[in-house]
């Protein structure tokens, strides 16, 4: 009897004391908010109808949130202070939107299950809505992850995140460190098949000597909407793939015909390790949701806080 108290104690001491990795699961919220994924479903839904360019904002969001520590809802901190710069302070963050939205639903999450489920859960069941309500495939996401306690700086975002202009080894390699496979990680690249890139982001890959080859009639095209030394290359921009609303394998059959908009975009359908992956997804739809579903799992459950580390927060734009 004594010994068994002493466990008990010992067990409650050591809980509070230690953090402690737990694991992630699906079924997760089964008993403490089994509503979570009906309301994000719903609230996005809605969200989206106001303004139809949510999900590509909101799977952009759900990468830089994982590139940076871990998928741990850190993105969506406001600086604390006006010397702070914050995450978001980084210039690789220029185009992220959407932050609020997923407040927004947290606040909803709130409301029927208080201090249950964390920022980067929602923000992760936010993203495969997003891909799932643009058409792509509804991928089941194991659930478990904490927020982190402590706010990165923008040198943190600035080494984490990839530039514009990056190549092919250094992607394969930063999507190897998430235990990604050649296939998977040209399958993730596929959510460019959502969303749009600002002018801004190609100037160095138009204007500066060859990094790349371009399509000549593409390159003109490039060329003539985003001139060189625009005023308004933060604000114009050019669409990922002709259906930019939509989640499918066009981004793939674009890439094949020179039609990358990205550096990365572009070499893939050039390098032996890259090209067959790209010319199987452009082929075939079902090949490239499947590969794309086991790489975004992979994606966002990367060396994610969970048991008692981090903490859920209430507010998902501040710590406390
Ligand atoms: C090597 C890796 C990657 C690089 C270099 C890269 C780079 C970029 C750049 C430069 C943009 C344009 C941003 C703008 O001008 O507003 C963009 C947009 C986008 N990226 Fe990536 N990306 C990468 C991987 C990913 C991954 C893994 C995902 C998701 C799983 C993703 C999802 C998106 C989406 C959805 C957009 C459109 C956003 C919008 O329209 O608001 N990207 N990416």
């Not at 999450?109 to 936010?126: F, H």
């Not at 969303?195 to 095209?221: A, M």
């Amino acid at each position: 009897m004594h010994l068994k108290i002493f466990a008990v104690l010992f067990s409650l001491i050591f809980r509070s004391t230690f953090a402690y990795a737990g694991s992630l699961s699906f079924n997760f919220y089964e008993q403490s908010c089994p509503l979570v994924e009906h309301i994000v479903r719903t609230s996005l839904r809605s969200i989206s109808l106001t303004d139809p360019t949510t999900p590509a904002a909101i799977l952009r969001l759900l990468f830089h949130d994982c590139q940076v520590q871990a998928c741990d809802a850190s993105i969506l901190l406001d600086p604390e202070s006006d010397m702070f710069q914050s995450e978001m302070s980084s210039g690789k963050n220029f185009g992220i939107r959407k932050r609020e939205t997923i407040n927004l639903i947290k606040t909803e999450v709130e409301v029927v299950c208080p201090q249950q489920v964390s920022c980067a859960d929602i923000l992760v069941l936010a993203a495969r809505e997003a891909i799932a309500m643009s058409g792509g495939p509804m991928i089941d996401v194991p659930l478990g992850r904490r927020d982190s306690s402590t706010s990165p700086n923008f040198r943190q975002a600035d080494a984490s995140l990839p530039a514009a202009n990056i190549g092919l080894d250094d992607t394969l390699q930063l999507f190897a460190k998430k235990g990604m496979t050649v296939g998977e990680s040209v399958a993730i690249l596929g959510a460019h098949t959502l969303g749009v890139t600002h002018c801004f982001n190609i100037e160095s890959r138009l204007y500066k000597p060859e990094v790349d080859k371009i399509d000549p009639q593409f390159e003109f095209f490039l060329k003539m909407n985003c001139p060189l030394g625009s005023f308004t290359s933060n604000t114009s921009f050019i669409v990922n793939d002709p259906t930019t609303l939509s989640f499918d394998n066009q981004y793939f059959v674009n890439s094949l015909n020179g039609h990358g908009v990205l550096r990365i975009d572009a070499e893939m359908p050039l390098d032996p390790r890259t090209a067959p992956f790209i010319q199987k997804f452009a082929y075939d739809e079902e090949v490239f949701f499947q590969a794309f579903s086991s790489a975004f799992v992979k994606l966002s459950s990367s060396n994610v806080l969970t048991g008692n580390q981090g903490v859920i927060r209430t507010n998902c734009n501040r710590l406390y």
